[in-house]
């Protein structure tokens, strides 16, 4: 499954800092650590947001880095 703009989610906001959740559907955490699988949200995303990811084989919270393609994933499978 491909990443989905509607399953991402902003539950808070201060000072520049965004906490994010985003619905995998039946994504696995492996799935959401690809470089792009984020790209489509790139834009919005900033460096140091944390992001509450809810996938098919469990959850993580991670950060969000910048990357030469937009942003990725940090340390998803810890």
């Known amino acids: 499954m491909a990443f989905a703009i509607r399953n991402l989610s ?8 965004t906490l994010w959740h985003y619905k995998a559907g039946g994504d696995t955490l492996e799935t959401c650590a690809k470089p792009d699988f984020l790209a489509d949200a790139s834009d919005m995303l900033a ?26 994933v940090t340390n998803p499978l810890a």
């Open 10 to 17: 902003v539950l808070a906001y201060a000072n520049g800092f």
């Open 47 to 72: 460096e140091g947001d944390m992001l509450m990811l809810t996938a098919t084989d469990g959850c993580r919270i991670v950060s969000i880095a910048p990357s030469g393609d937009g942003v990725v």
